[in-house]
C-alpha cells in the first residue's frame, strides 16, 4: 500500500471517530442539562462553552478554561472534545474566563439505547392523587433530574413543569398557564406523589407522567408511562367486623370517593374451612360477588366456624382489585374486632 493509500486511510479512520459514532442523539432535558444517546462505542462530541457572538464579545476564546467535575483541565477554547466510550464522558463540564469569571456550565448525561423503562402509578381513588414509582439499581446513587405531569391529546399543548428549590417538588402548567398537576418526591426516592388540581369525572385526555434520573455516573435512565386514571384505581383495602355468630361486615374504605352512589364498589367473597393467607385460598373458584347491603355497606353471612377473604373493586370501570382481607368467624371472635392478613394463631 502506498505512503498516500495510508495517509487517506488514517485521516478516513480519525473521521469515524469523530463523526461516525457520535452520539446516536441529543437534546436538552432542562436548561444547561445535555442528554447524549449513546451506543456504549467509542465516540465524541463537540460541546461549546458560548455559542453566539453577543455572548463571546470581548473574550478572547483562546483564554477559555474548561472544569470537568470541579476539577481543572488544560483544555483552552471554546469548545470542548467530550470523549465517550461506554459508559464515561458524563459529568459536569464549566468553562470560565481567563478571569476567573463563569461563562457558561453544562450537566451531561448518557442515556443508552433503549434504557427507556415502564414506570407503575396507583390510585386510591378517583379525588385526582396518585402515586407513581421506579426501581433502579441499589448499587449507585440516584437523583431525580426531571418530572413531567400532564394530559395529552389530539390538540398540541405545551406542558411546562418547574421545580422548587429544594428540587424535590415539580409543579406542571398547561399551556393556558393553569397549574394542571403537581408531585412531591417520596422520602425513599423512588417515587412521586402527585395531584392533578382539576380531577375530570369523564376523562378524554390520557395521563402521561414521565421521570428522568441519573446515577452517580452521569447515566440517564427514564421512566414513562401514558393511563388514565379509571386503569389504576385501586381500592385500599376493606376492614372486616363481626355482626354476629354468623354475619361479618364491611363498609367502604375511608379513603374512596363519594358519593357513594356515583363511584359504587362491588365486593368478592371467598369462604374456606381454613386459611392462612387469602391469595393461596382463592385460585380454585372466583368466590360470589356481593353487592351493598345499605349505601357503603356489605354483609355476608357464613355457617359455623370459616376464614373469609374479602377484596372490592369498581364494577363499572373494571378497576383493580384491592389487596386482601382475612377474617376468621366463629363463636369463639370477640365482636368488632378486626384480624387483616396477618392474624395470630392461623
Not at 446516536?24 to 432535558?29: I, V
Not at 463537540?46 to 470537568?68: F, H, R
Request: with cysteine.
Amino acid at each position: 500500500m502506498s505512503s498516500k493509500a495510508v495517509r487517506l486511510l488514517v485521516i478516513f479512520s480519525v473521521y469515524l471517530l469523530v463523526n461516525g459514532n457520535n452520539p446516536k442523539s441529543q437534546r436538552t432535558l432542562l436548561p444547561n442539562v445535555l442528554v447524549l444517546e449513546v451506543t456504549g462505542q467509542q465516540a465524541q462530541f463537540t460541546l461549546p462553552c458560548l455559542d453566539s457572538t453577543a455572548e463571546m464579545k470581548g473574550i478572547l476564546v483562546k483564554n477559555i478554561v474548561w472544569m470537568v467535575n470541579g476539577a481543572a483541565t488544560h483544555k483552552r477554547g471554546n469548545t470542548f472534545l467530550v470523549s465517550l466510550e461506554e459508559s464515561f464522558g458524563g459529568g459536569n463540564y464549566t468553562c470560565y474566563s481567563e478571569e476567573g469569571a463563569l461563562l457558561n456550565h453544562t450537566l451531561v448525561l448518557l442515556q443508552p439505547v433503549g434504557s427507556k423503562r415502564d414506570l407503575n402509578c396507583t390510585a386510591q381513588n378517583y379525588d385526582g392523587g396518585f402515586r407513581c414509582y421506579w426501581k433502579h439499581p441499589k448499587q449507585s446513587r440516584w437523583t431525580v433530574a426531571s418530572v413531567k405531569a400532564e394530559r395529552v391529546g389530539p390538540s398540541v399543548e405545551v406542558t411546562r413543569c418547574i421545580t422548587n428549590a429544594s428540587g424535590k417538588s415539580w409543579t406542571c402548567f398547561s399551556s393556558e398557564g393553569t397549574v394542571t398537576i403537581h408531585c412531591d418526591l417520596d422520602t425513599g426516592g423512588n417515587g412521586i406523589t402527585c395531584r392533578e388540581t382539576c380531577p375530570r369525572p369523564e376523562e378524554i385526555q390520557l395521563l402521561r407522567v414521565s421521570v428522568c434520573v441519573y446515577s452517580e455516573n452521569f447515566i440517564l435512565e427514564e421512566y414513562s408511562v401514558d393511563f388514565y386514571m379509571r386503569e389504576i384505581v385501586k381500592p385500599d383495602k376493606v376492614k372486616i367486623e363481626k355482626v354476629n355468630a354468623t354475619m361479618a361486615e364491611w363498609s367502604y374504605p375511608e379513603s374512596w370517593s363519594s358519593p357513594h352512589s356515583y363511584f359504587p364498589l362491588v365486593s368478592q367473597v371467598v369462604v374456606r374451612k381454613n386459611c392462612k393467607k387469602c391469595g393461596n385460598c382463592t385460585d380454585r373458584n372466583n368466590g360470589q360477588m356481593v353487592t351493598n347491603h345499605t349505601p357503603g355497606v356489605f354483609q355476608f353471612e357464613i355457617r359455623k366456624t370459616k376464614t373469609l377473604c374479602v377484596r372490592i373493586r369498581d364494577p363499572l370501570n373494571a378497576s383493580q382489585w384491592s389487596d386482601w382481607s382475612r377474617h376468621r368467624v366463629g363463636k369463639k371472635l370477640r365482636k368488632n374486632r378486626y384480624h387483616g392478613d396477618r392474624v395470630r394463631g392461623f
